[in-house]
């Protein structure tokens, strides 16, 4: 495959990493298609002005569907799927659907990559999630952190309609390391831990906060104030997709994408103010529960290891970028 401009399809890719990594590769010169059914994204000014560019096509197609598959067409060098039900509340509300649309997207784009694509040495890529480990810390009381690759991926409890997410993202691992060894095909899998940056929704920790300092709501909500996440912004999250995808050595792994630095989410905060120029007065700091989740951290020592990758964007760079987009995009 030494063709300088790749096909290259990504399903889910109007979504949050979808479309950066579809404006990456598309300022690239790569021939890029997007298949979405707007479940969650939306048709907004910077995904028009992605799509005027002449190499990005853009389906609007249900890929639980049979018939979605015969319109993308074949002959994709890479194909990154990134279709699924993102966002806690959906985990919640429609568990079902959430495994439905999981499952089925991930056998449809397994068959077809494998019967139909028909192009020699191409290889499709499947974004998991921290979640199908994350039941190991309910279940045990305990995981190592940094938490590596090859801890077992568990889930804690069946009736607990939050591990429908966990539960359709190990499934989705399980189908592709044994449909790859079947069929004899190339894939790697990637766990994303924490991105964050523009065009991200307005359901997540930093919209929600831009949003409150905007409003300067006082006494101010710190919720879980002395957790710890590692953020990793965007543009580093999807070199690390790409270069996942472009390697050799990483072909039939499973990779962590993130960063090893820790930030307390008071911290966080405290440097959203300083961004922002504000600070108030009274504060209503809510640490988290006994028992809930107080550190995550991936190790992400194997992509450093196996393609040198690791993130370069300093928190304070990455929230400045975040915090002027949605400043520009308010939740309508
Ligand atoms: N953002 C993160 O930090 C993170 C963390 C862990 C895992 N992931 C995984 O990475 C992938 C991408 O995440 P994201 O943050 O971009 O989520 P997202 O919700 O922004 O994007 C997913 C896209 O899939 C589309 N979609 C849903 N059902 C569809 C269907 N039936 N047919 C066609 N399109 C459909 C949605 O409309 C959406 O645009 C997801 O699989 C997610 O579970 C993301």
Not at 86 to 115: A, C, Q
Not at 279 to 294: H, L, M, Q, R
Request: overall charge neutral; glycine content about 8%.
């Amino acid at each position: 495959m030494n063709q300088k401009y790749k096909k290259i399809l990504i399903t889910g890719g109007a979504g949050f990493i979808g479309y950066h990594l579809a404006k990456r590769l598309a300022q690239e010169g790569h021939e890029i298609v997007i298949a979405d059914n707007f479940f969650r994204s939306v048709h907004d000014a910077d995904l028009a002005s992605l799509l005027e560019q002449k190499n990005v096509t853009l389906f609007e197609v249900d890929l639980t569907q049979g018939e979605a598959w015969d319109k993308i067409g074949i002959g994709y060098d890479f194909v990154y799927h990134l279709v699924g039900i993102n966002g806690t509340k959906f985990f919640y509300d429609i568990p079902h659907e959430v495994l439905r649309i999981g499952v089925s997207t991930t056998m449809n784009v397994l068959d077809w990559f494998h019967k139909k694509n028909g192009k020699p040495n191409a290889k499709i890529l499947y974004t998991s999630s921290n979640e199908a480990y994350a039941g190991a810390l309910e279940a045990f009381g305990k995981l190592p952190l940094p938490t590596p690759e090859n801890v077992p991926l568990i889930i804690a409890d069946t009736y607990n309609p939050r591990w429908s997410y966990g539960g359709q993202k190990l499934i989705g691992e399980l189908f592709f390391i044994h449909y790859s060894k079947a069929y004899n095909f190339r894939m790697s899998i990637v766990r994303p831990h924490n991105f964050y940056g523009p065009r991200a929704g307005y359901q997540h920790v930093i919209p929600e906060i831009v949003g409150r300092i905007k409003d300067k709501v006082e006494p101010f909500p710190m919720f879980g104030a002395d957790e710890t996440r590692s953020f990793c912004y965007i543009d580093d999250a999807v070199e690390a997709i790409q270069t996942v995808m472009e390697s050799e050595k990483t072909d039939g792994g499973t990779y962590h994408i993130g960063t090893h630095k820790e930030t307390v989410i008071k911290e966080l905060i405290e440097k959203m103010f300083e961004i922002m120029r504000w600070t108030p007065s009274k504060f209503d700091i809510k640490n988290s529960p006994e028992g809930s989740v107080k550190r995550r951290l991936a190790d992400v020592s194997k992509i450093k290891m196996d393609t040198g990758w690791e993130a370069k964007t300093e928190l304070e760079d990455g929230l400045k970028k975040t915090i002027d987009w949605y400043l520009a995009n308010p939740k309508k």
